[in-house]
């Protein structure tokens, strides 16, 4: 069975930028909780997850990205056309001052 999420890194100067593909649902929630914490701690600068490319995520995912704001201070990137951008304003996904619209906005912002 193929994996449900694909996880597709990239670095800049000061950032790495993790992009999902696929979704992420309490099958594989832990299991991309672990693999972002891993790259988030291999590279030491600005951590960007990029969801644009979701094409589903249940509770157990979002959860995994609220702590993931909040504990490591990621910034989470969904614009408003994206597949899951509804399902994330309807449930209040909160990752507070870490959620940018498109990706040059977070990797422009200094916050």
Same mark, same amino acid.
């Given at each position: 069975?193929?994996?449900?999420?694909?996880?597709?890194?990239? $670095?800049?100067?000061?950032?790495?930028?993790?992009?999902?593909?696929?979704?992420?649902?309490?099958?594989?929630?832990?299991?991309?909780?672990?693999?972002?914490?891993?790259?988030?701690?291999?590279?030491?600068?600005?951590?960007?997850?990029?969801?644009?490319?979701?094409?589903?995520?249940?509770?157990?995912?979002?959860?995994?990205?609220?702590?993931?704001?909040r504990e490591l201070g990621c910034r989470i990137v969904i614009a408003e056309d994206a597949t899951?951008? $509804?399902?994330?304003?309807?449930?209040?996904?909160?990752?507070?001052?870490?959620?940018?619209?498109?990706?040059?906005?977070?990797?422009?912002?200094?916050?």
């Open positions: 069975m193929p994996d449900l999420c694909t996880v597709e890194t990239r $670095q800049t100067d000061s950032h790495t930028i993790a992009r999902l593909i696929g979704e992420v649902d309490a099958s594989n929630a832990a299991s991309i909780d672990e693999e972002l914490r891993a790259i988030a701690g291999a590279f030491r600068n600005v951590f960007v997850v990029d969801l644009n490319e979701l094409d589903y995520i249940d509770s157990a995912g979002i959860a995994v990205l609220e702590r993931l704001a899951i951008y $509804q399902t994330l304003r309807i449930v209040r996904f909160n990752a507070g001052d870490s959620l940018f619209e498109s990706l040059a906005d977070a990797l422009s912002s200094s916050a």
